[in-house]
């Protein structure tokens, strides 16, 4: 009784999931837009190793796929289009030559001045008309969101 009232009085306008979801596709938009003007052809889901990569280049595969919640042969299938596109390399390291990791090219790098120029634009466009203090609000409630279900998703089996 009580699952068929909520479920006629739920309103997905309302919903963290239904929200966020939206404005991530309008987003992914704005970068699958760049990404072609540019010529580039890796799936959209590749970004997020460019940006693990912006924040700390030379990184180790089996970290991406930690970071990322990812198992590795879906980072190894992401690492060859990006590969492909010009954007990384994977390279042995002094140490141990059977260790490789993973480094921007110099397109990679001039790949990120384009997408944080864009995402600042867009940023920018998205929170006209809010305070700075809304603005941090609402960065902080999602990451707060993020990490909670980031570790209750790792708690379950």
Not at 50 to 73: F, I, M, N, P, Y
Not at 113 to 142: M, N, Q, R, W, Y
Request: one cysteine or more.
């Amino acid at each position: 009784m009580q699952s068929k009232l909520l479920a006629k009085t739920f309103n997905p306008y309302d919903h963290f999931g239904f929200l966020t979801g939206r404005v991530s596709r309008l987003i992914t938009n704005r970068i699958e837009a760049e990404k072609a003007r540019r010529g580039y052809d890796f799936p959209i889901s590749c970004l997020s190793i460019l940006a693990e990569l912006w924040k700390e280049d030379g990184v180790k595969q089996q970290d991406l796929a930690d970071t990322l919640v990812r198992h590795k042969s879906s980072i190894t299938k992401m690492i060859v289009a990006l590969e492909k596109d010009g954007l990384i390399i994977r390279r042995s390291v002094d140490t141990d030559k059977r260790e490789k990791r993973i480094f921007l090219t110099t397109e990679g790098n001039n790949f990120k001045l384009h997408v944080v120029k864009k995402s600042c634009k867009g940023e920018k466009i998205a929170t006209e008309g809010l305070t700075d203090e809304e603005i941090k609000t609402a960065k902080k409630v999602l990451k707060t969101i993020y990490e909670r279900l980031l570790i209750h998703n790792n708690q379950e089996d």
